[in-house]
């Protein structure tokens, strides 16, 4: 397997070329090289995540790719990565399917929000504006916000009508502040489809809100157990659900990931560089969906 270790080695090779003919530029030179070890964790992660894919058939916060690289020596600077497995995060895209609202989805967010701590009045006004936001009409929820809102309190753009890109573009939705967005970072994401939330990671939080009937207590529990033997498959989470519980369709959960972020981080001389990348690792070798440089 691919270390980092092995990478930032790889990296530095390359690195010290290119930066000898550079020596008048002195700071694009450091950005330069911090920008190439920042790519080269992100490699690492992408062999990373193809190698577990060639050896097991799920995913848990037990693999290799769930542990961070804690920043790591290298001449003149130091490297960093984490993987981080968006299939365990909710995704916000999934309140609309094919431009149509799906509504046990919306329930379910409303309940991810009064669980971070949003009233639920409130918590129901961010979800109609999302639902608007997404959805491919221009007819506006109870307290949601459909183009003409966003025209008549003075922005200079429309409802996007379609799917968000990522979790930035919630900042541009009615109601969303930064106090909002905060609080759903960790425990939301944008994936480009609908895919089965892995039950092997994610947080008790998600788990509470996407089972209806399913506690934040009881969801601790599950996740706690999860850390010490993971699901082999979806009977085994759904078996540990409480009585109480309202059954989501099995079809909703997988014990496996497919969209993973990594996120690299390099400084070089007074140069720093953090790089995320969102892939997707629908065959053994995850390809890139976007990517960022912070
Ligand atoms: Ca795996
Ligand atoms: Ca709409």
Redesign the pocket.
């Known amino acids: 397997m691919l270390t980092l270790a092995l990478m930032v080695e790889i990296a530095s090779l390359v690195v010290a070329d290119y930066g000898s003919a550079m020596e008048l530029m002195i700071g694009r030179q450091d950005q330069g090289q911090s920008r190439w070890l920042a790519r080269a964790a992100v490699d690492w992660g992408r062999n990373v995540l193809a190698e ?2 060639r050896t ?5 916060l037990g ?1 290799i ?1 769930a542990t961070k690289v804690a920043p790591t020596a290298v001449e003149d600077g130091e490297v960093a990565g984490e993987i981080v497995d968006y299939s365990g995060l909710f995704n916000l895209n999934g309140l609309v399917a094919n431009g149509i609202v799906v509504p046990d989805q919306v329930e379910s967010y409303k309940r991810l929000l009064r669980i971070i701590g949003i009233s639920s009045g409130e918590a129901d006004g961010l979800a109609a504006a999302l639902v608007d936001w997404l959805d491919d009409d221009e007819k506006r929820e109870a307290n949601g916000a459909e183009s003409t809102w966003y025209a008549e309190h003075g922005k200079r753009y429309r409802a996007a009508n379609g799917p968000l890109m990522d979790i930035d573009e919630l900042g541009l939705v009615r109601g969303y502040n930064e106090d909002v967005i905060d609080r759903l970072r960790s425990l939301v994401a944008a994936l480009p489809e609908s895919v089965p939330l892995n039950v092997n990671t994610a947080s008790p939080e998600v788990l509470s809100a996407v089972v209806a009937g399913l506690s934040i207590d009881d969801a601790r529990a599950i996740a706690a157990r999860c850390l010490v033997s993971p699901n082999a498959n979806v009977g085994s989470f759904l078996d540990q659900l409480p009585k109480m519980a309202t059954m989501p369709p099995a079809s909703r959960f997988s014990v ?1 990931s497919r969209y993973f972020l990594v996120g690299g981080r390099a400084k070089y001389g007074q140069a720093v560089t953090r790089m995320q990348v969102l892939l997707d690792r629908k065959s053994i070798w995850p390809e890139i969906v976007w990517q960022k440089i912070l």
């Open positions: 577990d894919k097991s058939q799920t995913d848990h693999e790719w496996s």
